[in-house]
């Protein structure tokens, strides 16, 4: 009734979206132009904006025009687990084994992400959809987990993308990493 009405070809601001029909405009052109970079960077990635904007829409875009044979796409939109299950979550998708140590969880990580790049020639791209939801002790464990080669490589591209209250938690420090000279 509403497409007839306006004289649409189907209804606007549906989910099922096909990633061809995306609204251009400066932001989104900024926002396609930042993947690209990190694409090839790699490293942490935040994306935020307000809920309905298209985050994850234009996640999915990107997703869709990467080689396949080049990058290997994992998703979550699982965010509201503790540090074991935030590991165990991460070994899983990668593919690697799930332990009950955190220890040997990391090594499952690291080594599941080390077998994409050096023995299957392709770049994970790790996307943490409702990253707002994350605890903030997972985002210290995502900084180590991306850690490889004392910190001198980047073989993955980890994307975080939340509404735009992360981006404040992310700037506030939290009370285990203030300073004496810090509080007032």
Known sequence: MIEAFYNLKKMPFQKDINTRDIFVCPST?????RLEHMKQKRGIMLVTGAPGTGKTLHIRAFVENLNPNLFKTIYTPLSTVNIIDFYRQLAVLL??????KKSQLFNSIQNSIRNYVLNN??????????????????????QIISNFNMDSTDPALFILVGQPHLRERLLIPSASTLQPEDIP
């Open 29 to 33: 052109e900024e926002l396609s132009k």
């Open 95 to 100: 593919g690697g084994e799930s332990f009950f």
């Open 121 to 142: 020639k392709k770049v994970p791209v790790i996307i943490f959809d409702e990253a707002h939801l994350l605890k903030i002790e997972n985002f210290y464990e995502l």
